[in-house]
């Protein structure tokens, strides 16, 4: 428990030391270039799977349930309005911290123990410039792309399962996303994904970078980057939601 608080703490400490290196300008391009094809591309195929289930899934428990009460022209927008405020940004999160702040903490870790970090300080080199910056920066920038490609998908996919399955007519489904899915809505899902991205990269590189023990210190590291993560996706999500949506009445109609 007391590595688990001090690595908390260090992980806050990065994040300063991250924000003071940007407003510098201390950003090194190809690096940032090539993570940021690691992040997005090569994460997008499973991103886009996991969206076309979920949004299949989802509509088939929406619709029927819907279809019964009589309210078939909301089955749509109650999709929409589901993956973008929640489902799309925060499982594509999940599936980065899986695939990615995974990938951050054992190759970060390995650096560690097999002492590479320390070369790089030996070699007048920040470790922060050179392996964090560009991770965070790569995150932040490509899971809000992610998640609205998710989201396209995740739609796209409970449409062709609300006409083909329920007989719900496409025109209707699209009707009722235009009348039930909003701007802010949109805003709110590139909002949360930018800060879910910068939090899996943060705790990738942290975990990463504070890894001790050889090889076993590696794994441990690793899988303990993954659980953080969802976390603090988690906890992140809820916080957000909170200042975003909070409040009675109707947001849909409003």
């Not at 903490?105 to 392996?131: N, S």
Request: proline residues 3%; charged residues 10%.
């Amino acid at each position: 428990m007391n590595k688990l608080f001090q690595r908390i703490s260090s992980a806050l400490f990065l994040t300063g030391q991250i924000f003071i290196h940007l407003l510098q300008f201390k950003v090194y391009r190809f690096n940032t270039i090539e993570q940021m094809s690691f992040v997005g591309p090569a994460s997008l195929p499973i991103a886009l799977i996991t969206a076309a289930f979920v949004g299949m899934v989802f509509t088939i428990q929406v619709a029927r349930e819907f279809i019964y009460f009589g309210a078939t022209s909301a089955v749509g927008g109650v999709l929409a309005i589901a993956l973008t405020r929640e489902l799309a940004p925060v499982l594509t999160a999940v599936v980065l911290a899986g695939r990615v702040g995974s990938a951050f903490a054992a190759e970060i870790g390995t650096m560690k123990v097999t002492e590479q970090i320390d070369a790089l300080q030996i070699l007048k080199t920040d470790p922060v410039d050179y392996l964090v910056t560009p991770r965070v920066i790569s995150c932040f920038l490509m899971l809000p792309i992610l998640t609205i490609s998710s989201l396209v998908v995740g739609v796209t996919a409970g449409l062709v399962i609300a006409d083909s399955v329920y007989d719900i007519p496409s025109r209707v489904f699209l009707d009722s996303i235009r009348n039930f899915l909003g701007t802010w809505d949109v805003i709110a899902c590139i909002i949360k994904s930018a800060i879910f991205g910068a939090v899996v990269a943060i705790i990738g590189c942290n975990w990463g970078l504070t890894t001790s023990g050889g090889a076993k210190g590696v794994g441990q590291s690793t899988t303990a980057a993954v659980v953080i993560s969802l976390i603090t996706i988690f906890m992140f999500n809820f916080i957000l939601s909170w200042l975003m949506f909070q409040g009675t009445g109707s947001a849909v109609i409003s």
